[in-house]
Structures are given as structure tokens and as C-alpha cells.
């Protein structure tokens, strides 16, 4: 029988004993707390109310950990809808920690794999509860048979999903706050809002990620330029082409929790995108490859080494779709596989689609710019000169004259805009949901407080 | 792997039974009880980090001799018991025995406790305190107005219609009664919560009233006034189980909504809104806290709240009543608190009962013939946990020599001239009780005390041989340092209540004569065998008014020269100072900081995460602001139960000085500002 968690906001006190209780249990396997309690409204917004959220794993129904790790190392238990990480599979790339919008998987940066809430596997087995439903002191966790109807997902700060989180909630009783003696002042309540506004931690960082925005512009530029060559554009020295290419694979592996264990990215093509972008990037340099040192005439083998890289490309946009931030439509000027064809067309003189992609590009790059802007973020308008300026003006004006300067000057835009794309990736996550609603209660209750 | 019944002994209401798991001579869980109907889903993250408490390489492990100012050497427990017999002979000597100080505080629960007195007799006299930090107050304004400090089953508050959740935080300081809380309001009924913060127990609420701290008997007195005028009155009740109820009336028709509104700061809206709701629901239960029985006023406050369960006839059914202090369990000594905390009014020669614990430093200084000489402290922190820290410090430190039994290096520890290390819950057997629920608990020995450990019954007794006491002399007041032996003299204290060791090693007992809801035959042991609200032994015991009058705090409402009103309430995270270094406590409460109110940030530019320094003419302290949107306006928050290392105690700036009744410790009653760090 499948079981779900349920969660009761009225009872929770945010008191912890959940965490300490799951602690307690496996802490032999544990490194960081694999329930966290989030709270609403810890400043105490006088118009809103205070609650708790005692988040673990969900052991959703169609687990988006499991779906995207590459290399197939989520299992779900038939028998008791646990959705297990078998760490001695995980090679430690933490995509599903971008995957899970509940912040479930947690990375041991000390094993370099992936541990998290396993329902509680062992006792579910021995007829008991899981530890931190059977350690909560006011009964706001609970345990039961799972059942898709009234689960109340609509609660702030729990991520929308598709999943099918395995979890009921009960909503509060009454969604305001007590009502108060002394409420200060509108002006002076928003003069402090800034200062107690949580800002979550993000997950996705350039400087954390900066190995990928190298491996995915090589990766654009070797699929752009190795296609331009076979359409009449210069020529790709075989030495660059394997020396970029190895580069990006090293970095690729280089920023796995454990790299011994990269083969494993192959394990899981039937549904992870980056099970997929590790086979189609192999395939695409092992293939160029041969072409370029070992068969240079076979020019079947160099279009199939084209198509392969492009597919790598769209491969590589589809891992990030995850974490897009950019609105709809959900594309990004800084996507690879937009890149690889705006390269393309500059090495290759392909005028329709140079035009095509540099005013596809143009306008996703300020749309996004508005879309950011609305949503209060600051401009930063001499990055994006400088992104606008050798992205796509310079090209346009040496495109005729050189093709090499002109792509050179792409690369540079692009590597800009690529910066930019790393630097939005955000995930949804409990924090993050928890800090959008107290933002949007905060700004609804003006007009509501004396 | 096995699996045994205890209970966790600390200072707290809930005293939760636990299942605690043992493999290979190490505790490795602990689990619910369902045997304790008030905490059947299980202990606090409290009672979860025993797990790391007990293993805790901060604890120590065998006795300590200071060589300078916070430096111990370990010494053997022969050095350590010869060094302190000879400096007790020496203090005896030169003297008399009255110069030794025995101070035990609540750090533990236990009936072995009552052996350190015994020891202490038995050594031929010590100087001792009364009174107490804790509670007194409220036990004799319960005491003079009910007769006596029982209440209904922690469970019955499910059957409250009103819950007043008076000055309590329950979510933090007894969170297993939120469980009942729940289950009234799933079940309809209302709950209100008077609190000068918005606290987690306050979100359960409807209504938070929040008055000026101290001013909670003119509130009390005004919500009267209005129940009384709008004739909600239980008049039947009245008249035949409440004495003095027109004076009370006469008294209270001065207390108008207007006046009580600027006393108390409560806008008149909210006043009439509660009143209205405290005179038409029944039954209303009143849960009150033990915070504001630490002000000037607080017994008569307290008195004044029992009232408007008086005469609103919520005693004695279930559902209602006061829900303040339950001693059922209270059953092994002759008499029971709050008069156990009065000193006796013939001295006995031996024991010199004469330190206000309230005062304690103060009265320390000024003890005469003989002046104190030498501490002995077991089970308490008073450098960090009495008023005027400063004064205690220097009390402390004017002796010549000093003693503390504990568990760990408290700030109290590290004036010891020797430290003796002390016993966690699970390496000695003991019998407890509890005051929020009534049942008795064992809590048993688990496992061997770790390193040289020794429980304070070892300790006497060895120190007892050394001081030439006889063997028969020393286990007529202890029992002989011997698991079994423990074991007898409990099953001997338990003998005469019919209950047994084996009993309480499956769960708790109730204790004998636990009525599920208290005064249910309506018979009052007072002298009246009435509800007193008109008490002639508050006057002639207390010097206070016959009725619950109010008068302000003395330091309160604006009267002093320091603007803020300084609350030092506990948090979830800890037993006052207890707890609060683990690492399992820390990862949620890394340290103390100050809530200010946005109006009191703005007025002195201080911004949330800023330091301030919050101070007074006492003492003063520098911590992180945080902002609490909710709070009232002139007051400032900070957690009790830090120390030095993490920047002080928050009674650096409050004072000893007792309340209007109880003896307790009127440490609350405390203004201070706060500028800029």
C-alpha cells in the first residue's frame, strides 16, 4: 500500500521536533536535516498570519527527482510509494536538487552524492510510522494510506507541481492573524518590510555553475561552427576541435560530487534530458572526431556528427528548462541551441537565418530584460551594452567583411548572455514560494491596516 | 536493544514520559509514551537532544580544581571530597556550620533531591534560602482565593468553550497543552490571548489583547467592571461559594473602561470585546503563565484574574477554572508550596532559612553571625538565572570557598573553587512529579554514568564518611550509594500511596487523589470555604488590600527614568539555561537577540540585524536587533537562559526584590533603554 504524509498547519507550532526526531533516526546517514520547517511571516506582519511548514520529501506520485536523474539512481517502492536515492549510484551532479521543486534532495558534500528522506523505508515495513510523524508532539504530521483526493495543495509556499506529492495538507482554520492592540503605522511598517523580507539562498549560482556556462558555449560553438564548416565556412582544425571538446567534458565531470562515476550518466536516456545531452555531446565530439582525424571523406559521417551536435544542443536547453526564469515565451537569448545557429549563419553566411536568429535573439534578450525589470530586478545596462554591442551590433557590421571577427564577436556576446542565463536559473523551492506569498500578502495588505 | 519507561525531570509543565531505547549500554532513541494521557505524542526537541546532551563532549566528567580565573585541572574524586571536607571542617571551625550556603535551585525534578537538606542537617546547620524565582506569587493568590493549587486535567481544556491564554505562551513553554487547544477549537470554541508579544500560541487566537507588562490586574479589574455591569455575573455561584463579592463590585466600579484603558493600554474596544466574550461563553478556562507573577503587583494581579472566574461561576466544571499550578503530585513532604517556600516562623537552630532568594546576592552580602563562608550549589545556575547578576557574582565570589555540582561549565561553575560533575536523567533512578499534570513517574537509571560521574546521593555519602558521619547516620538521610538500594528507598517513599516500582516502570501513575476536575464539590479550603476574593490573610500575612487591588509595578508604567519595558520570557529552545549549547538546539537558535518593536527601532535609526545595547543603571548587554512587527511599542524581548559566552545574562540589568506576596522574585519588574551598540 502506498502512504502519503498529511500535515496539519493549525497544530504545527514550528517546534522542530520533527527535524530532531528524523535526526535521531538517521543521523548514521545524514548530513544535512532532511525535514526543515519553514515559516510564514516569522517577522510577524501584523496583517498576516504566522504558520509553520514542515516540509521532507514527498514521495510525489511522478517524482521529478527520479525522472531526471541521469544516471538512475531514484527508485520508487511499489509497496510503500518511497521514493529511495541509492547514493552508491549517484555520481553526485545534483540536478534533481533543481528538479525537486520541495527541496527534498540534499547534497553530502562530504560523500558527494545525493541523501535525503526515505520515508522512513525500515519502520513502514515494521508496521510503525515514519520517525518524525511518530516524534511530532501536537500530531501535525501524519501518516495514512495514500489518496489523491483533498490534499489542499494550494497552501503558500508549497510549490505548484505536476508531481503528485504524496502529502495531505489541512489548511488554518483562519487564515489571518489575531487581531492585535497596536499596529504600526502603514509608512513604518513598509520602511521595515525590506529589511525582514527573506531572501531564500539560491540553489543556482554563476559562481557555483561557471564549469557549465564553459562547458555549454563550447559545446555551441563546436556544433555551430563544425556544421558552418561542412556548409562552405572555414574549416575547424581538428586539434581545436578535440582540445575544446575534451575541455568540455573534463569540466562537465569535473563539477560531479563523484567523478569516477560519470559513466553513469549514460543510464538513464528513457527519461532524464541530461542522461541524454551526455550521450548526444559524446556521440557528437566521438563522431566529429573521427571525422576530423580518421575519415575526413566520409562526409556522411561528418553530417551525422552534425545533426548529433545540434541535437546535444536541444538536449542541453531542455536540462535548463527546469530552472528558466524568463517568463513566456520560455526561451532565452543565451539558449545554446539558438547560439550554435546564430554561429551558424555568421560562419557559414547563411544571411536568412543570420537575420532570422540575430532578431530572434534581439528581442527575446529585451523582452527578458522588461520581464525582469517589472519584476523589480535591477538593469544593469552596461552588461547588456556590452552584451548588445558584440553580440549582435559588431556581428552585423563585420559580418560581410569577416566571418571569423564577426563569429569571434558572437562568442563573446553569447559567452555575456550565457553569464546572464546562469546568473537567472532559479528553481521553485519552499523558501522561495514561502517569500513570493509573504511579499504579495504584504503589498495586499496595505490599505487593510489602519 | 531494550526499551524502557522514563520521564524527563526538568522545570517544565509538560514532564513528559518517554520510551527510551538502549543498545550496548548507550541510549540511541527516544520515542513516545502513550501512557501519559497529557503527552502522548511524545517529548519537545528538548527532550529529543538528550540524545546529544548526555554524549555531550562538554560535560563533565570528573570533579575540577580552579587553579586561576576560568582554568580547572582535573583532580581525583579523593582529592576533590578531601579538599572539601577539610574546607568545610575549616568554615565550621571558624564559623559555625551557618556559614555554609547549601543553594539547590529546579534544574532537576526528583524525591532524592530532599536528601541534600538532609545532609546538611545532618553536618549540624547551613544557611538556606526562600522563597522562589519561579511561581510563588500565583501559588498564594491561588492559595488565599481557592485554598489550594489544583486544577482540571491538563485534557479537560478541550472541553473549554473560552480559552484565555493569559500571559502564557504555551507553544513554547508547555506545548503539549496546544494539543488540547486544537482540539477545542476543532471543536468550536474560542480562544484569546493576552500577551504584550505575538507569540506562536497567540496565532490560535482570535483576539490579542497585549497590555503594558504589570498591568494585568488593572485589566483583570476592568474586564470586571464591564462583566459585573452588563449583569453576566453567575449570581447562583455567588452566593453560594464566593465571599466578598460586593465589595469587590464596590471596588471595581471605579475601574471604567476608560481608566482601565489607560492603565493598561488596551484600546476600550478590545476590552469590551473580551469582556463580552468572558461574561456570555461557558465554560472559560484561564490559563496563566508565570511571567507576570514576577512583577511588585503580582499576587494581587493574579488575585483579580481569579476573580473573573469567580464571579463568572468557571470553578469546579469541566471545561473551566484556572489553570495556573497543579501540586496533586506534591504528596511526599509535609507540606506543600507555596508554604513550603516560607521560612519557618521558629527558627530550628540547625537550619538557618534566612536568604531571600529573590535577593540572593544582596542577602548573601549581608548575612551576620555568622557571615557565609562557603557555597555549596547543586541543580542551579543562580550567576546567570537569579536577579542582579552582578551582585551574586560578587556574593559568590566574597566567600572562600565554593562548590557547584553540574553537568557542564556554567557560568556558575566557573566561580566553583571545585566542580563535582553531576548525573544526567538516565544514570540515576528517581521518583517525580510535575505541575501541570498529576502523574508520578520514575525515571529510571538506563545506563552507567559516563567517565567518573557520580549522582549527588554518592556524593554525599562519600563526602558524609569523610566529614566522620557514620554509616548509620548517613542512610537514614541517603540512600547507600547502590543501585538497589535507590531502589528500596524509593519503593519505601512510594509505599504509604500504595504504588510501586514495578507500577511505574511500565508508565506514569496518577497520583493519588487527582480529581479530574478540581473543586468539584465545591469546597474551598479556605477560611471562609468559600473563594475568597475579600482575604483577611492577605492582608494580615501580606500587608496587601483584602481585595485584589491594583497599584503599579515599581518600575512600571512609565514611572522610572528608563523608557522600555525589558520581558526575558524562555524560549521552545531551552529550560532557562539549559539546553541552549547543543548543537541541536543551536542549528534553530544560534544565540540571543533583542526584539524591538518597529516604532522603538525607528525612534533610535536602529535597523534589523544591527547592535544594540540595551541597559540600565544595573547592567547593561549588547545583542542583534530583530524586528518584530507585532509587538507592543515600549517594550524590548530577550530569551532568559544565556551567559557569558554569549555576552551575558539578560539579569545583568534586573534587580532582586521579592513581590507582593509568595516571596517570589520580583525580576520582571524592569526598565531599560536602548541606543545603538
Redesign the interface.
Given at each position: 500500500m502506498a502512504f502519503q504524509f498529511t500535515f496539519d498547519l493549525?497544530?504545527c507550532?514550528?517546534?522542530?521536533?520533527c527535524?530532531?526526531?528524523c535526526?535521531?533516526?538517521n543521523h548514521a546517514q545524514q548530513d544535512l536535516?532532511w525535514r526543515q520547517v519553514h515559516t510564514f511571516n516569522g517577522?510577524?506582519?501584523?496583517a498576516l498570519?504566522?504558520?509553520h511548514l514542515s516540509l521532507a520529501c514527498h514521495h510525489c506520485e511522478d517524482p521529478a527527482c527520479l525522472k531526471h536523474c541521469p544516471a538512475n539512481a531514484y527508485t520508487k517502492d511499489a509497496a510503500t510509494g518511497a521514493v529511495i536515492i541509492h547514493a552508491e549510484r549517484c555520481m553526485g551532479c545534483r540536478y534533481c536538487t533543481w528538479a525537486c521543486p520541495h527541496d527534498a534532495p540534499k547534497f553530502n558534500a562530504g560523500l558527494g552524492t545525493i541523501e535525503k528522506c526515505t520515508f522512513c523505508f525500515d519502520r513502514i515495513g515494521q508496521g510503525q510510522e515514519p520517525a518524525c510523524v511518530?516524534?511530532?508532539?501536537?500530531?501535525a504530521l501524519g501518516f495514512e494510506p495514500s489518496a489523491p483526493e483533498n490534499r489542499h495543495h494550494d497552501i503558500p509556499g508549497f510549490p505548484a507541481s505536476t508531481l503528485n506529492p504524496s502529502i495531505r495538507f489541512q489548511p488554518l482554520?483562519?487564515i489571518v492573524?489575531?487581531?492585535?492592540?497596536?499596529?504600526?503605522k502603514p509608512a513604518?511598517?513598509a520602511?521595515?518590510l525590506d529589511?525582514?523580507l527573506a531572501v531564500p539562498e539560491r540553489k543556482i549560482t554563476l559562481r557555483g555553475e561557471w564549469s557549465l556556462v564553459i562547458f555549454t558555449s563550447i559545446l555551441a560553438v563546436l556544433a555551430g561552427w563544425f556544421l558552418a564548416a561542412r556548409m562552405g565556412g572555414p574549416a575547424i582544425p581538428p586539434l581545436a576541435f578535440l582540445g575544446l571538446g575534451l575541455l568540455a567534458m573534463g569540466l562537465s565531470a569535473w563539477h560531479l560530487g563523484r567523478r569516477e562515476r560519470a559513466w553513469r550518466a549514460l543510464l538513464h536516456l528513457r527519461s532524464s534530458w541530461l542522461s541524454r545531452e551526455i550521450a548526444l555531446v559524446s556521440s557528437f565530439l566521438g563522431l566529429g572526431g573521427l571525422y576530423l582525424v580518421f575519415f575526413p571523406h566520409k562526409h556522411g559521417l561528418a553530417w551525422l556528427a552534425a545533426l548529433v551536435g545540434f541535437l546535444g544542443l536541444l538536449a542541453v536547453d531542455r536540462i535548463y528548462r527546469v530552472a528558466l526564469t524568463t517568463g513566456k515565451p520560455s526561451l532565452h537569448s543565451g539558449q545554446a541551441l539558438l547560439n550554435g545557429c546564430y554561429l551558424l549563419s555568421i560562419l557559414a553566411r547563411l544571411p536568412f537565418l543570420f537575420a532570422g536568429a540575430l532578431a530572434l535573439k534581439t528581442f527575446l534578450y529585451v523582452h527578458r530584460k522588461w520581464h525582469f525589470r517589472r519584476q523589480g530586478q535591477p538593469l544593469r545596462p552596461w552588461l547588456s551594452l556590452t552584451r548588445l554591442g558584440l553580440g549582435f551590433v559588431l556581428p552585423a557590421i563585420l559580418w560581410t567583411w569577416s566571418p571569423l571577427l564577426a563569429a569571434l564577436s558572437a562568442v563573446l556576446g553569447d559567452l555575456v548572455d550565457r553569464c546572464e542565463f546562469y546568473d537567472e536559473l532559479e528553481v521553485a523551492s519552499p523558501q522561495g514560494e514561502l517569500a513570493k506569498a509573504f511579499k504579495r500578502g504584504a503589498a495586499l495588505s496595505v490599505g487593510t491596516v489602519e | 536493544m531494550t526499551v524502557h519507561t522514563t520521564a524527563c525531570p526538568r522545570n517544565c509543565y509538560s514532564t513528559?514520559s518517554m520510551r527510551v531505547t538502549v543498545e550496548g549500554g548507550r541510549v540511541t532513541?527516544?520515542?513516545?509514551h502513550a501512557g501519559n494521557l497529557a503527552?502522548p505524542?511524545?517529548?519537545?526537541?528538548k527532550?529529543?537532544?538528550y540524545?546529544e546532551r548526555v554524549y555531550h563532549p562538554d560535560r563533565i566528567l570528573h570533579p575540577l580544581r580552579r587553579v586561576r580565573e576560568g582554568v580547572f585541572e582535573r583532580i581525583s574524586w579523593n582529592a576533590a571530597l578531601t579538599l572539601i571536607a577539610e574546607k568545610l571542617q575549616e568554615a565550621k571551625a571558624k564559623h559555625g556550620p551557618q556559614s555554609i550556603l547549601y543553594y539547590s535551585a529546579s534544574g532537576t525534578k526528583g524525591v532524592l533531591n530532599g536528601c541534600g537538606a538532609g545532609f546538611w542537617r545532618a553536618f549540624g546547620g547551613y544557611t538556606s534560602t526562600y522563597g522562589d524565582l519561579c511561581w510563588p506569587a500565583g501559588l498564594e493568590a491561588t492559595r488565599l482565593t481557592l485554598g489550594d493549587n489544583v486544577h482540571n486535567a491538563p485534557w479537560d481544556l478541550a472541553n473549554a468553550r473560552l480559552i484565555v491564554l493569559w500571559g502564557k505562551n504555551a507553544?513554547?513553554t508547555n506545548?503539549?497543552q496546544?494539543?488540547f487547544v486544537?482540539q477545542a477549537?476543532?471543536a468550536g470554541a474560542t480562544c484569546v490571548?493576552i500577551d504584550p508579544r505575538?507569540t506562536?500560541?497567540?496565532?490560535?487566537?482570535?483576539?490579542?489583547?497585549?497590555?503594558k507588562p504589570g498591568t494585568d490586574g488593572a485589566l483583570a479589574l476592568g474586564l470586571a467592571h464591564l462583566i459585573i455591569a452588563a449583569g453576566q455575573v453567575d449570581t447562583d455561584f455567588i452566593l453560594a461559594h464566593v465571599l466578598g463579592f460586593e465589595a469587590f463590585a464596590e471596588y471595581v466600579k471605579d475601574w471604567t473602561p476608560e481608566r482601565t484603558a489607560a492603565t493598561t493600554?488596551?484600546?476600550e474596544a478590545?476590552l469590551r470585546c473580551l469582556a463580552q466574550l468572558m461574561g456570555s461563553t461557558k465554560p472559560l478556562t484561564i490559563c496563566a503563565g508565570f511571567g507576570m507573577q514576577r512583577y511588585t503587583n503580582a499576587g494581587q494581579s493574579m488575585r483579580a484574574m481569579l476573580a473573573l472566574l469567580a464571579i463568572t461561576g468557571n470553578i469546579g466544571k469541566p471545561g473551566a477554572g484556572w489553570v495556573y499550578a497543579n501540586l496533586s503530585t506534591q504528596i511526599f513532604g509535609h507540606i506543600k508550596d507555596p508554604i513550603d517556600f516560607y521560612p519557618p516562623e521558629q527558627p530550628d537552630g540547625v537550619a538557618r532559612i534566612s536568604i531571600s532568594t529573590a535577593r540572593l546576592g544582596a542577602d548573601m552580602l549581608a548575612q551576620q553571625n555568622p557571615p557565609l563562608a562557603f557555597a555549596w550549589v547543586e541543580r542551579g545556575n543562580p550567576l546567570s538565572q537569579n536577579p542582579e547578576t552582578h551582585t551574586v557574582r560578587a556574593a559568590f565570589r566574597r566567600l572562600d570557598f565554593r562548590v557547584v555540582v553540574d553537568e557542564r561549565l556554567t557560568d556558575t561553575a566557573r566561580e566553583a573553587d571545585v566542580i563535582l560533575p553531576s548525573k544526567s536523567l538516565f544514570e540515576q533512578s528517581d521518583v517525580i512529579g510535575a505541575y501541570w499534570h498529576a502523574y508520578l513517574q520514575l525515571r529510571q537509571k538506563l545506563i552507567e554514568p559516563p567517565g567518573e560521574v557520580k549522582p549527588e546521593t554518592e556524593i554525599y555519602w562519600e563526602l558524609g564518611k569523610r566529614l566522620g558521619m557514620d554509616e548509620n547516620t548517613l542512610s537514614s538521610i541517603l540512600p547507600e550509594p547502590d543501585d538497589v538500594r535507590v531502589e528500596q528507598w524509593l519503593e519505601a517513599k512510594l509505599k504509604p500511596f500504595a504504588i510501586t516500582l514495578e507500577q511505574l516502570r511500565e508508565g506514569p501513575v496518577l497520583a493519588p487523589g487527582t480529581p479530574e476536575v478540581a473543586f468539584a464539590d465545591l469546597q474551598f479550603p479556605t477560611p471562609s470555604g468559600r473563594i475568597e476574593l475579600v482575604s483577611e490573610e492577605a492582608v494580615a500575612r501580606w500587608k496587601v488590600a483584602a481585595l485584589p487591588e491594583f497599584c503599579e509595578p515599581v518600575e512600571g508604567a512609565g514611572l522610572g527614568k528608563y523608557p522600555l519595558q525589558f520581558l526575558t520570557p524562555n524560549t521552545?529552545n531551552g529550560i532557562h539555561s539549559q539546553f541552549l549549547n547543543l548543537d541541536?538546539i543551536r542549528?534553530?537558535e544560534p544565540g540571543p537577540s533583542l526584539f524591538l518593536?518597529?516604532?522603538d527601532?525607528?525612534i533610535r535609526h536602529l535597523?534589523?540585524?544591527d547592535l544594540a545595547r540595551v541597559f540600565n543603571d544595573r547592567g547593561e548587554l549588547r545583542l542583534p536587533v530583530?524586528?518584530?512587527?507585532?509587538?507592543?511599542?515600549d517594550v524590548v524581548v530577550a530569551f532568559n537562559g544565556y551567559g557569558t559566552e554569549h555576552g551575558g545574562s539578560v539579569n545583568l540589568l534586573s534587580l532582586g526584590r521579592e513581590t507582593d506576596m509568595g516571596y517570589g522574585a520580583a525580576f520582571h519588574d524592569n526598565r531599560v533603554d536602548v541606543e545603538r551598540g
Open positions: 493549525n497544530r507550532t514550528g517546534c522542530q521536533a527535524v530532531v526526531g535526526w535521531m533516526e536535516n517577522f510577524r506582519h501584523p498570519p504566522m504558520f511518530a516524534r511530532c508532539p501536537v500530531e482554520r483562519r492573524g489575531p487581531e492585535l492592540c497596536v499596529v504600526p513604518l511598517l520602511s521595515f529589511q525582514v | 513528559c532513541a527516544i520515542d513516545p503527552t505524542e511524545g517529548a519537545c526537541l527532550g529529543l537532544s540524545l507553544a513554547e506545548l503539549h496546544m494539543r486544537d477549537l476543532a490571548a505575538r506562536q500560541t497567540s496565532e490560535r487566537a482570535q483576539l490579542l489583547v497585549q497590555p493600554g488596551v484600546p478590545q521552545k541541536v542549528q534553530f518593536s518597529p516604532e527601532a525607528a535597523h534589523n540585524g530583530r524586528i518584530d512587527l507585532s509587538l507592543r511599542p
